[in-house]
């Protein structure tokens, strides 16, 4: 009735009403999977020409 509820899309609590949260993974230790999968960079592409000249 009237100017009730006007303004209560502003500040923290509208931001809160309006944004869609989401999830966020954060990665403390890098992953080994850089190791073991293309493209190797650096050492892992050293071990990795010489694993397969081993096996020709």
Do not use: C
């Not at 403390?28 to 020709?56: D, H, N």
């Amino acid at each position: 009735v009237g100017m009730s509820g006007l303004g209560n899309y502003h500040g923290h609590y509208g931001f809160k009403t309006f944004s869609h949260e989401r999830a966020v993974m954060v990665q403390w230790m890098k992953s080994l999977a850089s190791v073991f999968f293309p493209p190797y960079r650096g050492k892992p592409q050293e071990w990795a020409s010489r694993a397969t000249r081993m096996l020709e």
